[in-house]
């Protein structure tokens, strides 16, 4: 079948090298996708929010299958613009519903879900303009530090960690008063802080049934020894060591279940990724965030980690057969690590000449997935604050992390940056 894949970074990257592997993608295109994903196919020239123009080269190109790589889209109903039009009605669209994806778009939405299904979570309340007093009040006596949530989708941008109440005070007022994320901060959640270790776990559902496809633990800060700024995520390891049958077994029953069962229940439709953010509070998983989506450079771990075909497994979640597919991973560790623009995750400049992303894919066991990267004439150059990752597989994580870091060393841009201590707490 012909596959179209909406986005432009490292997990779309990854996706169009897993999807062009399946012996059940004759084309791939991928809208707008970089010099990367153009290695396993069909770049267009289309944003991620054209849903006219992706209709029209779907239905040029004989589309059966779109994946869709980030939640905008989804958040703005891809989804049901394809579902609802009689011409594209046939294409099976991976994402959830504009109503099931406000489980990413809307941190409102996602804690009132949670708290009716009885999900563990962090405890919180929201607030308006409409109680903006109260939600003072509330700060003033809450501990510390305290979360605050923009409720829509801020780029990433929406949490704050408060570690004084006036941070909070502060915060809240720029947020509600000063409208500093627009829309997505009229209304403010604010909650209790976890602390912990935070890992990710990646479901495929029908909306019914679903299958667990991998899990990562991501390292967010920009600075070795997590310190700095929060970034995108600065590299991954799959398996991750403490996430053992045990406690993937408490994640299943406590978090992923009722999850479906509640989409199920509330009648949403949801036929894509889950992407659970959570916290490992002393052996015990809580929700942090849902995305819609697969995480970014997570995929870049999990798809490399899972053996089996990926696009069966997509089909299968359209023709309820999901629930009959095995899902088997490589016995392998997996680390990718994601080299940065200088200066990212601040200001940072693009268009330099990137070298040597061939030399590093001559080593064993790499994969280099790009992610800011455009061309410029034939060369490759920086597009973006994460430029590339590199993949790698081992015997056990440090070795991955190792041959990761073998194959960074090929590659060169000005100002390159990575972290050379992914994986340091599992010696
Ligand atoms: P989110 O956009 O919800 O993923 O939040 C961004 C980041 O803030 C998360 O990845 C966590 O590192 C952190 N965070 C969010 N909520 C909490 C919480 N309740 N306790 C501790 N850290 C949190
Ligand atoms: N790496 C975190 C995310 O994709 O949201």
Known sequence: MNILL???????????WKVANSHQCDQLFIAPGNPGTALFGTNLPIKVGDFDALKTAALTNNIEMIIVGP????????????????ATQHINVIGPSAEAAQLEGSKAFSKHFMQRHQIPTAGYAEFTLENYEQGKEYIAKHTLPVVLKADGLAAGKGVIIAFTHQEAMDSFEEMILNKQFGDASAKVVIEEFLT???????????????????????????GEGDTGLNTG????????????????????????????????????????????????????????????????????????RLQTDLV????????????????????????????????????????????????????????????????????????????????????????????????LSKIHFEGMYFRKDIGFEFP
């Open 71 to 86: 939640e905008d889209p989804l958040v703005k109903g891809i989804y049901d613009f394809f579902a609802q039009d009689a």
């Open 196 to 222: 912990g270790i935070e890992v990710s776990v990646f479901a495929l559902t029908d909306g019914k049934n679903y299958k667990i496809i991998g899990h990562a633990k991501d390292y967010k800060r920009i």
């Open 312 to 407: 069966s497994l997509l089909a299968a979640a359209d023709n309820g057969t999901l629930e009959d597919v095995n899902i088997e991973y490589h016995n392998a560790s997996f680390a990718t690590v994601m080299a940065v623009s200088g200066g990212y995750p601040g200001a940072y400049k693009n268009n330099f000449i990137i070298t040597g992303i061939e030399q590093a894919k001559a080593l064993p066991d790499i994969h280099v997935f790009q992610a800011g990267t455009s061309f410029h004439e034939d060369a490759v150059v920086t597009s973006g604050g994460r430029v590339l990752t590199v993949t790698a597989k081992g015997t056990n994580l440090q070795e991955a992390v190792s041959k990761a870091k073998d194959g």
């Open 6 to 16: 909406i986005g432009a970074g490292g997990r779309e990257h990854a996706l169009a």
């Open 233 to 304: 995520g600065m590299g991954c390891v799959s398996p991750v060591p403490f996430m053992d049958d045990a406690f993937m077994q408490k994640v299943e029953e406590r978090i992923v279940k009722p999850t479906i069962h509640g989409i199920h229940q509330e009648g949403m439709t949801y036929k894509g990724f889950v992407f659970f953010g959570l916290m490992n509070q002393g052996g015990d998983p809580y929700v942090i965030e849902y995305n819609c989506r697969l995480g970014d450079p997570e995929t870049e771990v999990i798809l490399p």
